[in-house]
């Protein structure tokens, strides 16, 4: 008896496997090594291994269907895969400089990570509801370690707890919105339920609109949209900076990649029903996230916490460019979570520098007077903040131009006028920062920075980033629209 | 060699980088050893310099070969829909010839300013702004596209802004600095109308894609092209200090000589030469246009030399003289002669940078003094400062056939003689104000000369004070002063047989298509030997003419002048105030303006649009953020709660629809 | 298509009509005589002390945990050792990557000390 076995190809999935290995290897290492820090550099090659066989990966053909039909690498993996390093591999030059100042230094923390991140390159190439499920997962699972980590702060362990949570019962959501759809299509793939979808009787649509509901929604956990947003300021406040530097890109740019591709490839098709409400539901969700974000980050005092309200807020942004559901949007999409991994990244690096306790140094009144304390940082600090403002120059600039041209033209007009109105309100938050950095006089809790080289590679590559997106947003522009989602 | 043009931008901001955040700290760490000036200035310098190297290599690359044109692109910079805009490099020899007027004059400026800054605290400030100042003016001449020129010629106009106030704490200074970047925004407001018009009209804003659409048309854009010509004019008359909008220029005196001698003599103030120059496709297509370019350049030119008859600020005669050589550029360019006009900006950057940095290197020996009344007789105390100046000054009035300024301004002349189109007669008026300007220009020039370094020095104790300044300042003159002579035989006139290199040979290429257009109408009249003899000897009589006038009336009977301005009363009075332009500015549109503003300000600003729409919209946000923020309890039930209902309303949407 | 789902509606109700009886019949038939021996905890005969609510070491669950992880994997290996011959060394490679992980797994909880009761 002979069994036929099938064909895996797992070179398709290089990057996910060389990011796995890795932190195989930081584990292994971790029992050899006293000092810490060498794992974080391990970690650091590993991503940048992972970003080189992306790399390869897309200047050969022949890739496309592994696993079975179950997951994919097209020009939109890669795309989001470039994000994933880019997150990852920063945030891991972050910890490097913040987590010795807070003795948590340790191999679990970099195993994690990278477990999370290749969890969320799994959502992105996964063409399977179970496969995006199973990325999920490892992602969350691992964040939920991650967001926890520091064991002797109440902060992080409530911002663990919570998370996992409120990430269980998304979680609960999610599967059962998998459910209905298998139940009303006969498949969990993402092709076969587009064509399942098709041959649903008129009048019996509501089974797998619930099932799409619910699917969304658990995407909107992750990618912190209102009124599912409630972990986010809890988790992004309690947790370690470098963690939620981390989350706050990577795990909204994996909940981005699947739900795109869930929403364009099996609900996208034309003329269905199917297509006109998502569109509807997921403006609803991007005009509450904007508005909702933005606003309620005009009230906090505490930059970190601030920024976590303005992440709310951002992927409310990147929602407009997917309700479009055009090429261009979704393009623009793409664009937008490139520069926001920079930027964002950079804003918490800033922060966790000045950080020293428990969320003791990141109120705003601590940094009064940092121009004059720290120039270079003060500098840094106002780029991330005027990049995450919208101001022209800069990649934050582009992806809200690019986002609203997309609405603009896809016929979104009230949602477009909305969105800039919101970028309007932001400025107030984001110049407050650079108003009390450069006007205020020095306060006198001000303490001594110190960068070590971790930290200042981290944000010469963030700021350098956000800068080279500003100068020239066609190149990333053209190659988020080779994504390839649209054949 | 081409590919690397962008390295002539990347020096100059690579030292922008360093001298801007490690400035002070490099100062203070070789503070020991050398002067803060000499650190900043050398890093500055040597990056000028070395964007030089790569200017030449491409000149010698470029030399010898026909119709050298290439574009270098370096990255797509915007693409919105239809709309692209390339970083990219237009290397041609047009642009060429910019790249080492800029760098070359650049370098020898940024050297000249490490011994002139040398009492000054903030040089590393100072050469921030300057290399800022030559990468932009790089990207404005390298710019293959109409967003690229734009963004190079605010990107001047902010580093003028800057270094014209560079001394802030003086009133004065930040006034200049701000009247300079108002007025220039007057222009370029046009300026920029002129660039969108462009983009509607032909869809793109490539300078090759533009003229091929205009060379392939059958006249179906003419009127287009004339409001283009006129807006992009007006552009120019901000930029190149023309009448109305000159006003400017005097005051950026108020910056430091570098300053002056770069921005505001050398390159900044050409741009508009320049855009011409590169337009000359769309220009040579507007005639009509052109003839009014052509006026105000002449009467431009002529305006400014009766103020710097009896200007007594030696800087300010040679801010006016800037106005009136940029004038016989602009007329230069409006009659058709593109050519010319970019030769006698070449010629004029040697001349009037040494000009000016001489004037400087007396100001620095001088405490500062620049009123030519209390010079005089410097000629012993500074004798390379003298020499350098003289052969400035002899550039400057067209002495003839040994200086680069005849050859360069008679050109001009004798090209606004030719003129045929629409009228003859419109060729002689612009040759006769030409001409009368000439004399004028000899006259004050050696004024100034007379003035400051002949006689008796008329300041017993500055004049004891005074000495020659150090090599490091003396040395850049003196090779300005050699280019000063021989640029001119760049350009000889063709008609005597002579070799004219720059027009037939090297911008040929460039310029082809607009002379084979005028040629078609019969634009230029192709006048004789004999003629070219007798026009060169008019020029040349009129130039010694009004050196041996200067001379009598200032050093062998200088009661003349005294008379002169008291018999002349109340239009001596008239001119010496500048014909009190900046006063009728100032009584018909600033206080106006002002008052308009005023009204706006306090009765609908500060009222209606600040409390009721700015803080009254504001507080209501930020109330309803924090009302927002109360949500946020911090009890994982009651998220449950919300999301819960969340859920529910989705559901509700869905199965209700 | 939702007519499908009619006999499963059907169980439903008859299940819960079912529970129902069960629990009302006894209620309503049986007789009650509470005493205080009847209305003790009954802890498979032996008196019961203390809270019901006490804290169990750590390292219970740890061991637990960790029991049911290899426990699982166990599974997978009943139908690879079935098909081992038709798999080959292809299954053979496979399964040794994964025997591979799974020992490191075991070796680092070990040197970590997650065994270890103290």
Not at chain 1, 234 to 246: C, E, K, L, Q, R
Not at chain 2, 124 to 150: H, I, K, P
Not at chain 2, 392 to 407: E, K, N, V
Request: glycine share 10%; proline share 3%.
């Amino acid at each position: 008896m002979g069994i036929e076995l099938p064909s895996l190809n797992f070179g398709a999935l290089l990057p996910v496997i060389i990011v796995i290995l890795t932190s195989v290897m930081v584990l292994i290492f971790d029992l050899a090594l006293s000092d810490k820090r060498p794992l974080g550099w391990i970690s650091f090659v590993g991503l940048m291994f992972a970003g080189g066989a992306g790399w390869i990966q897309q200047s050969m053909e022949g890739f496309d269907p592994a696993f079975q039909n179950m997951a994919i690498t097209d020009g939109y993996t890669h795309f989001f895969n470039l994000i994933f390093v880019v997150g990852a591999g920063l945030s891991v030059l972050v910890a490097l400089g913040y987590l010795g100042k807070k003795g948590l230094q340790g191999g679990e923390y970099y195993a994690m990570l990278l477990l999370a991140t290749s969890g969320m390159m799994i959502m992105a190439a996964g063409t399977d509801l179970m496969i995006i499920f199973l990325g999920l997962e490892l992602m969350s699972i691992s964040l939920y370690v991650l967001a926890a980590i520091n064991r002797y702060s109440r902060a992080s362990l409530e911002a663990g707890i919570k998370y996992f949570l409120l990430g269980a019962f998304a979680s609960a959501f999610f599967l059962y919105g998998i459910a209905l759809i298998y139940g009303a299509s006969g498949s969990t793939n993402l092709n076969g339920i587009g064509e399942g979808l098709k041959a649903v009787p008129k009048g019996y649509e509501a089974l797998p609109l619930f099932g799409l509901g619910l699917l969304i929604i658990g995407f909107s956990f992750k990618i912190a949209a209102v009124p599912f947003h409630w972990w986010t300021p809890d988790v992004y406040h309690g947790a370690p900076t470098s963690v939620t530097a981390f989350m706050s890109v990577g795990a909204k740019a994996a909940g981005f990649a699947a739900l795109i591709r869930v929403l364009t490839v099996s609900f996208g098709f034309d003329g269905s029903m199917f297509a006109d409400n998502w569109h509807v539901a997921v403006a609803t969700l991007a005009v509450l996230t904007m508005t909702l974000g933005n606003l309620t980050a005009l009230a906090q005092n505490d930059v970190k916490r601030m920024l976590a309200y303005s992440s709310i807020a951002h992927a409310g942004y990147v929602l407009v460019g997917v309700v479009t559901g055009t090429e261009q949007g979704i393009s623009a999409a793409l664009f937008y979570l490139m520069a926001y991994a920079f930027m964002n990244i950079g804003a918490f690096a800033v922060i966790s520098v000045l950080e020293q306790q428990d969320a003791i140094g990141t109120n705003l009144e601590e940094y009064a007077g940092l121009a004059g304390h720290h120039r270079v940082l003060a500098m840094l600090m106002a780029i991330f903040m005027l990049s995450l403002m919208g101001f022209p120059m800069l990649g934050g600039f582009w992806g809200k131009v690019y986002v609203f041209l997309a609405a603009i033209e896809a016929g979104w007009i009230v949602l477009a006028i909305i969105a800039v109105l919101n970028s309007g309100i932001a400025a107030y938050y984001y110049l407050r920062v650079i108003v009390h950095m450069y006007m205020s006089p020095v306060s006198d809790q001000s303490h001594a920075i110190n960068l070590n080289s971790a930290m200042q590679v981290a944000l010469g590559l963030a700021a350098f980033g956000t800068i080279l997106l500003g100068v020239m947003p066609a190149r990333i522009m053209d190659l988020a629209a080779s994504s390839g989602l649209f054949g | 060699m081409v590919e690397y043009v962008w390295l002539t931008i990347a020096f100059p901001l690579i030292g922008v980088l360093i001298n801007l955040f490690f400035g002070r700290l490099l100062e203070d760490a070789f503070s020991k050893w050398f002067k803060r000036s000499e650190v900043t200035g050398f890093i500055g310098s040597v990056t000028v310099v070395l964007s030089f190297l790569v200017s030449f290599a491409i000149f010698l690359q470029a030399l010898g070969i026909e119709h050298f044109s290439h574009q270098v692109k370096l990255w797509d910079w915007i693409t919105i829909g239809d709309f692209h805009v390339a970083i990219s490099f237009l290397v041609d020899p047009l642009s060429i010839i910019m790249l080492l007027v800029v760098t070359g004059v650049g370098s020898l400026i940024h050297i000249y300013a490490v011994g002139y800054m040398d009492h000054d605290e903030g040089s590393a400030r100072f050469f921030t702004y300057l290399n800022l100042f030559v990468a932009s003016m790089l990207v404005l001449v390298l710019s293959d596209n109409y967003a690229g020129l734009y963004v190079g010629w605010e990107l001047v106009g902010v580093c003028s802004y800057l270094l014209i106030g560079f001394w802030f704490f003086k009133p004065s200074a930040a006034d200049a600095g701000k009247k300079a970047f108002i007025v220039n925004r007057i222009g370029d407001f046009g300026f920029a109308l002129g660039i969108f018009l462009i983009w509607s009209t032909f869809g793109t804003l490539d300078y090759m894609e533009v003229f091929h659409e205009v060379g392939a048309s059958h006249g179906e854009f003419a009127s287009v092209i004339n409001w283009v010509t006129i807006l992009l004019f007006v552009g120019a008359i901000g930029k190149s200090a023309q009448i109305p909008l000159y006003v400017w220029l005097p005051d950026a005196m108020e910056g430091p000589t570098p300053v002056s001698a770069l921005i505001h003599a050398a390159t900044m103030v050409t741009a508009g030469v320049y855009m011409i120059a590169r337009n000359n496709v769309l220009f040579a297509m507007a005639p009509n246009v052109s003839l009014v370019i052509a006026f105000v350049g002449a009467i431009t030119a002529f305006f400014a030399a009766t103020m710097a008859l009896v200007a007594f600020d030696l800087k300010r005669v040679l801010a006016y003289s800037t106005i009136s050589q940029l004038g016989y550029m602009i007329l230069a360019v409006g009659v058709g002669a593109y050519a010319a006009g970019i030769f006698h900006l070449f010629t004029h950057a040697f001349f009037k940078a040494l000009l000016f940095m001489a004037a400087g290197s007396v100001m620095h020996a001088m405490k500062g003094v620049i009123d030519m009344r209390r010079l005089g007789g410097l000629k012993d105390k500074m004798p390379e400062t003298y020499w350098t100046f003289l052969i400035g000054a002899a550039a400057l009035s067209g002495f003839p056939l040994i200086t680069a300024g005849f050859w360069s301004k008679d050109n001009i002349l004798v090209k606004a003689f030719e003129l045929q189109q629409p009228n003859q007669a419109f060729g002689i008026i612009l040759y006769t104000i030409g001409i009368i300007t000439a004399l004028l220009t000899a006259f004050y020039t050696f004024r100034a000369v007379f003035m400051t370094f002949h006689g008796e020095p008329r300041d017993k104790n500055l004049y004891d004070h005074a000495h020659e300044n150090r090599r490091v300042m003396t040395l850049p003159l003196w090779i300005l002063a050699i280019f000063s002579i021989g640029a001119g035989f760049l350009g000889l006139p063709s008609k005597l047989g002579l070799p004219n290199w720059i027009e037939d040979g090297w911008l040929y290429s460039v310029m082809a298509e607009s002379h084979e257009i005028l040629e078609h109408a019969h634009h230029f009249a192709h006048i004789g030997f004999g003629l070219e003899i007798a026009l060169l000897s008019i020029s040349a009589v009129v130039a010694l003419v009004g050196i041996f006038g200067a001379w009598h009336v200032y050093i062998r009977y200088p009661q003349i002048a005294v008379d002169t301005a008291r018999y002349a009363g109340r239009f001596y009075q008239l001119v010496l105030d500048k014909y009190r332009v900046d006063e009728l500015y100032d009584t018909w549109i600033i206080e106006p303006g002002k008052g308009l503003a005023d009204i706006l300000a306090k009765i609908v600003d500060m009222n209606f649009i600040d409390k009721t729409l700015v803080d009254g919209s504001a507080n209501s946000v930020r109330g309803l953020g924090h009302i927002m923020a109360i949500l946020q309890t911090g009890y994982i039930r009651n998220y449950v709660m919300v999301i819960f209902v969340g859920i529910v309303v989705m559901g509700v949407y869905f199965f209700l629809l | 298509m939702i007519e499908q789902y009619l006999p499963i509606l059907i169980l439903i109700v008859a299940s819960l009509i079912f529970a129902a009886i069960a629990l009302l019949a006894p209620w309503y038939l049986g007789p009650r005589n509470p005493i205080e021996t009847k209305l003790d905890t009954y802890e498979s005969g032996k008196l019961p002390y203390g809270d019901a609510r006490r804290q169990v070491p750590i390292h219970y669950y740890k061991v637990a945990m960790l029991f049911i992880v290899f426990d699982i994997e166990v599974v997978f290996l009943y139908p690879w050792a079935i098909l081992l011959r038709d798999l080959r060394m292809y299954g053979l490679l496979i399964m040794s990557v994964f025997f591979a992980l799974l020992v490191l797994g075991l070796v680092y909880e070990w040197m970590k000390g997650a065994l270890e009761w103290n």
